[in-house]
């Protein structure tokens, strides 16, 4: 079991970057695959991006492909998000999230992901 705890939100406009953290406690941490999904006010939450626990599978939304970077360091616990040319649109909370599942891909789909952290605010102004 793993408990995730984000960092790294805050506001920023729009072309500037942002780089989000999330720390796992847990020593299976490496085990498993990570993901970031993110919710704007009035919306569902959606997915942004996923790294299975070997990184060798690596997953983003279309509408953040080429700008968000997802990466791992399984020997700080950590996973972070690189996130690039943020435009408004990307405003949201932003969750981390564990898949404690054996898949060697990472997967999009939240159902696959049993340990969620509380989320950090992500501002983007025009």
């Known amino acids: 079991q793993v408990q995730p705890v984000e960092s790294g939100g805050g506001l920023v406009q729009a072309g500037a970057s942002l780089r989000l953290s999330c720390a796992a406690s847990?020593?299976?941490?490496?085990?498993?695959?990570m993901g970031w999904f993110r919710q704007a006010p009035g919306k569902e939450r959606e997915f942004v991006a996923a790294?299975?626990?070997?990184?060798?599978?690596?997953r983003y939304a279309d509408s953040v492909k080429g700008r968000f970077t997802i990466s791992r360091d399984n020997a700080k616990n950590t996973v972070f998000l690189q996130m690039n040319s943020l435009k408004p649109e990307d405003t949201a909370v932003y969750y981390c999230?564990?898949?404690?599942?054996?898949?060697?891909?990472?997967?999009?789909?939240?159902?696959?992901?049993?340990?969620w952290g509380q989320g950090t605010q992500v501002t983007v102004s025009s």
């Open positions: 847990g020593r299976t941490f490496s085990s498993y695959a």
């Open positions: 999230a564990a898949d404690p599942g054996t898949r060697v891909y990472a997967s999009v789909s939240e159902k696959e992901y049993d340990y």
């Open positions: 790294i299975s626990w070997s990184g060798r599978s690596i």
